[in-house]
Every structure is written in C-alpha cells, then in structure tokens.
C-alpha cells in the first residue's frame, strides 16, 4: 500500500488519449473487495444521451509579398465539429420494477 507522501492516484492506461487513473489503494485485494461490495449496493445509474453534430471546415488564406516581389499564397483550414441538439435523460427510473428502487 503507498504512504501518504506517495500520489495515491496511478496512471493505468490511456482513453480517448487521457490517462486513465486507478486509486494505488485498491492494490490490495481486501481493500479492492471492500469497494467492490459497497459499489455493488446501490443499483447502477443509466443515462441516455443523444447529440445531433455537423462538422464545418473552415480556410484562412492570406497573401504576402515575396522576396523577389511575387505574391505568395498560404492557406490553412480546420474542421470543428459543431453540437446542434442535444438531449439527455435518466434510465434509471424506468429500469427498475419498485418504488424503493426508483431513487435517482
């Protein structure tokens, strides 16, 4: 188990190009359980969500003049990826069969 002056949150793995991160804790196999079995306590929450996107691509050019006096074009462009709509909602209500269970 790592001291406190060690970082407690490790590097694992990476997603989406972001570092995934594992509390150094959960290394020992009765501590991992412990959580496991309180995690599993609670129902899981399902959420739904949809986007509706377009992309748009978009081109800078720009002009100069060059060292002989011709002119010189330069042209960039990028795309970005524009949200139109989006709606989300929770499953979670609708998943479970009694009240008790519909807490959210």
């Given at each position: 188990?790592?001291?406190d002056?060690?970082?407690?949150?490790l590097?694992?793995?990476?997603?989406?190009?972001?570092?995934?991160?594992?509390?150094?804790?959960?290394?020992?196999?009765?501590?991992?359980?412990?959580?496991?079995?309180?995690?599993?306590?609670?129902?899981?929450?399902?959420?739904?969500?949809?986007?509706?996107?377009?992309?748009?691509?978009?081109?800078?050019?720009?002009?100069?003049?060059?060292?002989?006096g011709?002119?010189?074009?330069?042209s960039?462009?990028?795309?970005?990826?524009?949200?139109d709509?989006?709606?989300?909602?929770?499953?979670?209500?609708?998943?479970?069969?009694?009240?008790?269970?519909?807490?959210?």
């Open positions: 188990m790592a001291s002056s060690e970082s407690w949150c590097p694992v793995r990476e997603k989406h190009g972001q570092p995934c991160y594992v509390d150094s804790r959960l290394e020992e196999p009765e501590t991992l359980e412990r959580h496991i079995r309180d995690w599993g306590r609670s129902p899981p929450r399902i959420s739904l969500e949809i986007k509706g996107t377009h992309t748009e691509t978009h081109t800078t050019t720009s002009m100069s003049c060059g060292p002989n011709a002119m010189i074009t330069t960039s462009t990028h795309t970005e990826t524009i949200t709509w989006s709606v989300s909602s929770s499953l979670t209500p609708h998943l479970h069969s009694s009240d008790e269970d519909r807490s959210s």
